[in-house]
């Protein structure tokens, strides 16, 4: 072959090979576009369905924050002696069971979100077993100053149910 014939060669083979780069460039483009339009299809789609699940559980979870806040908590768990101890045990079995119930919802909230419910059960089981280390003689005087614990300070369920609120404010 001669210098001529190869540069001639080289002409046709030069616009082929461009076109096969472009149409491959924009086969990849468009191959991307695609599978990100699925991707993003299927995680709309799945949000629909996940949603109400995810907002039934933040429900449960300030249901479970209501009910462990201390007035709710000395209102509903009523002391069946006039034991101090069994009234304090009766009370932080009581946050437990209810803990205990909602366990599961962790799996629909924020890891944030499930630690701030995590430290509020704590503190207000704290609450409770500072009371309980008073003088106090009796389950009702015990309940009494569990509610007296409670005037002064913001309760930590009321701290975390506003975390509560501030993120599904933040699903919308």
Not at 8 to 26: C, E, K
Not at 75 to 83: E, G, I, M, T, Y
Not at 121 to 134: D, H, L, N, Y
Request: with cysteine; net charge neutral.
């Amino acid at each position: 072959m001669s210098g001529e014939q190869i540069l001639q060669m080289f002409g046709f083979l030069l616009p082929a090979v461009v076109t096969g780069v472009v149409a491959f460039y924009f086969f990849k483009m468009h191959t991307k576009n695609e599978d990100g339009r699925r991707r993003f299809l299927l995680h709309k789609d799945s949000q629909k369905n996940t949603l109400p699940i995810r907002l039934q559980a933040y429900e449960r979870m300030a249901l479970f924050l209501e009910r462990i806040s201390i007035p709710s908590l000395v209102v509903r768990v009523a002391p069946k002696s006039s034991d101090k101890n069994e009234y304090e045990n009766l009370l932080i079995k009581s946050i437990e069971n209810e803990f205990e119930h909602n366990l599961s919802q962790q799996i629909y909230l924020s890891d944030e979100c499930w630690n701030i419910i995590k430290a509020a059960k704590s503190a207000t089981i704290q609450m409770i077993r500072k009371a309980g280390m008073s003088e106090t003689d009796s389950a009702d005087k015990l309940r009494e100053d569990v509610l007296t614990e409670t005037m002064d300070k913001q309760s930590p369920s009321a701290t975390a149910l506003s975390f509560v609120k501030k993120e599904i404010g933040e699903l919308w």
